[in-house]
């Protein structure tokens, strides 16, 4: 953990952005409680992962402090990012540590899931908060080198992935196969998740944790264990990601000058182009972009309900605290969060 904290010290002074997924609160909740073998009993899974969390979130707030870094604990659940208004606060919350220069550090939310909807191992968990920030590179540290052929521990003559295209079904043959691996973790795991982090379009890497600096390595640019490669471009990703996925709720009317920040400039949407709101929409929902003429500009998550856009519109973002009485955002769709037509 310290040799971890040193490394992602050295990235933040290269101006790189991190964000860490741990595990590792049952184990210390475990040896708090003291408690030799893991328990069977759910409960009692989720009360050494509750009292391990502490532990896990005050080793790393020390080791990090020690490199002038400030730490953030955030514990997710499959249903915050599937749900869209928890998706996008989740995201906003995540954009502004890193923003702030802070260190988040993730783990799942035990004490409140026990069921399928887990995420069960954090090699998915993982890889939906690469989706979730846009992230360049997963980065997936294990016991291994990266991905064999086979399982390097059940035979001899299991050779060396150095890079391979995420998403091809070959790996998870490699990885032991889709269906024979039931549970938790496993080469698998990482396989499906490089997989899915693509879909955002970023690049996965599976290395020893026991390399020594291999964040830093990594981000000079050394192949170290397994790249995973997307095949999709970051934007079209998402774009497709938008289109494939959203059930638009509303609309909004635009005017020409936002119309043409939009479409020409790449800018977000801010209330004060907003001309007119049709139909109820929430926080974090689908809603169009229409030209003066009724044409469909663009696509986009709203920040703002209908009813609370209907108050803001045609206002400068300087007013919505006083509108509204708090401010979520500064505009109603992030140019992040919006696709043109
Ligand atoms: N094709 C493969 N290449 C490498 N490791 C594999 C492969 N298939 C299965 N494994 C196993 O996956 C293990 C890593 O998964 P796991 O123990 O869940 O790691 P972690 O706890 O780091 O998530 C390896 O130690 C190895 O035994
Ligand atoms: N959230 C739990 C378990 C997470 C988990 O199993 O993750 P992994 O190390 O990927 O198998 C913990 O922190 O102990």
């Known amino acids: 953990m310290r040799s971890w904290a040193e490394q992602i010290a050295g990235l933040h002074r290269l101006g790189k952005e991190v964000v860490l997924v741990s595990s590792g609160a ?10 030799s073998r893991r328990p069977r009993e759910i409960d009692e899974l989720q009360a050494a992962a509750a009292v ?14 020690a490199y002038q870094l400030r730490s953030a604990q955030i514990l997710l659940t499959h249903a915050d990012l599937a749900e869209r208004e928890r998706y996008l606060n989740a995201r906003s919350t ?32 993982g890889a939906l908060v690469t989706n979730l920030i846009e992230a360049e590179a997963l980065i997936i540290l294990t016991d291994q080198r990266g991905l064999y052929t086979a399982d390097p521990r059940q035979g001899a003559n299991a050779t060396f992935v150095a890079v391979a295209e995420a998403g091809d079904p070959a790996l998870e043959v490699m990885a032991g196969g889709a269906g024979t691996h039931i549970g938790r973790g496993g080469m698998l795991t990482k396989i499906l998740a490089a997989k899915r982090a693509a879909h955002s379009g970023a690049c996965t890497v599976i290395a020893s944790g026991r390399e020594p600096d291999v964040l830093t390595r990594l981000a000079g640019g050394e192949a170290i264990g397994t790249q995973l490669i997307a095949r999709t471009a970051r934007m079209a ?74 108050l803001i519109q045609r206002r400068p973002s300087s007013e919505i605290e006083a509108v509204l009485g708090y401010m979520l955002e500064p505009e109603l769709i992030h140019r992040d969060n919006l696709v043109l037509s």
Request: charged share 20%; aromatic share 6%.
């Open 237 to 310: 990703a998402r774009k497709q990601w938008m289109a494939d996925h959203l059930q638009v709720r509303g609309r909004v009317v635009i005017d020409d000058g936002a119309c043409a920040k939009l479409a020409r400039e790449g800018k977000s949407l801010l209330p004060i182009g907003i001309v007119k709101v049709q139909g109820v929409f929430a926080r974090g929902e689908v809603i169009v972009c229409l030209s003066p003429a009724g044409q469909e500009v663009a696509r986009g998550l709203t920040n703002y309900s209908s009813t609370e856009a209907r």
């Open 94 to 125: 995540l954009l502004t540590l890193l923003r702030l220069g802070v260190v988040p550090i993730i783990n799942e939310n035990d004490t409140v899931i026990t069921d399928e909807i887990k995420f069960g191992d954090n090699d998915t968990l």
């Open 26 to 35: 049952i184990a210390e909740g475990m040896q708090r409680l003291g408690w």
């Open 52 to 65: 391990g969390q502490v532990g896990l979130a005050q080793a790393y707030e020390s080791h990090f402090n």
